[in-house]
């Protein structure tokens, strides 16, 4: 087994250049709902169309993939907006800004591209998210009074919004607040979120 992939996206056409595998580590799917950086191809003789893993290799603006999304959907699960479209794929200028602020909050070279330092500091973000101390009799998310928002698929204000959200009104409270202070609730039924400034924990 090879440590090494050709890279159809920095090269023409027939070009057979190399680059190397991203470090992977795979993170407890219980920890984080989903396995993450998972090396899912480290053999050059397979093909176009083989199906990336997150970690494989560097990604940057106009790629696409599986990969992207996953990458797409750790940030924003870590409070980053990926823009309107959210989780769709394609590495695009809203994407890049994400993983640009990511970096400049951890610490690591801010290059825009998913590259190996930035894999290392996403998975240890992910890692250690813990929701924020919190009232363990808490049962439901109540709108501060005489204010609204929105409620929206993601926890940021990247998140397609889902519906409105009005003073006193409460939702059913589904035990998680991110970092950036979002709450996760049920919204006719499905996961949603409302941010921190206009809903506070209560029983």
């Known amino acids: 087994m090879s440590l090494y ?17 991203l470090p992977s580590q795979s993170v ?22 083989a199906f ?8 940057f603006n106009y790629t696409e993939g599986p990969d992207v999304k996953e990458l797409q959907e750790a940030l924003i699960s870590l409070g980053y907006s990926c823009g309107v479209y959210g989780a ?10 994400a993983v640009r602020v990511f970096q400049t909050a951890k610490g690591v070279p801010v290059t825009g591209q998913y590259d190996a330092a930035t894999h290392g500091a996403l998975t240890e973000a992910l890692l250690n998210a813990k929701p924020e101390a919190q009232d363990e009799k808490a049962r439901h998310v109540e709108i501060q009074k005489n204010k609204k928002c929105y409620i929206r698929a993601a926890p940021n204000t990247g998140g397609k919004i889902l519906g409105v959200a009005y003073g006193e009104e409460r939702f059913e409270y ?3 607040t991110y970092e950036n202070g979002w709450h996760a609730i049920t ?14 924990l209560v029983e």
């Not at 992939?5 to 595998?21: E, F, V």
């Not at 769709?88 to 800004?97: K, L, P, Q, R, V």
């Open 88 to 97: 769709d794929g394609e590495f695009g200028d809203c994407t890049e800004m």
């Open 174 to 176: 589904r035990g998680t």
């Open 5 to 21: 992939r050709y890279d159809s996206l920095s090269q023409p056409a027939g070009a057979a250049s190399k680059s190397t595998i």
């Open 187 to 200: 919204h006719k039924g499905w996961e949603a979120f409302v941010s921190g400034k206009y809903g506070k």
């Open 52 to 59: 990336w893993g997150l970690g494989d290799r560097v990604l």
């Open 28 to 49: 407890p799917e219980a920890q984080t709902g989903k396995p993450i950086g998972v090396c899912r191809l480290a053999d050059s003789s397979l093909g176009e169309g």
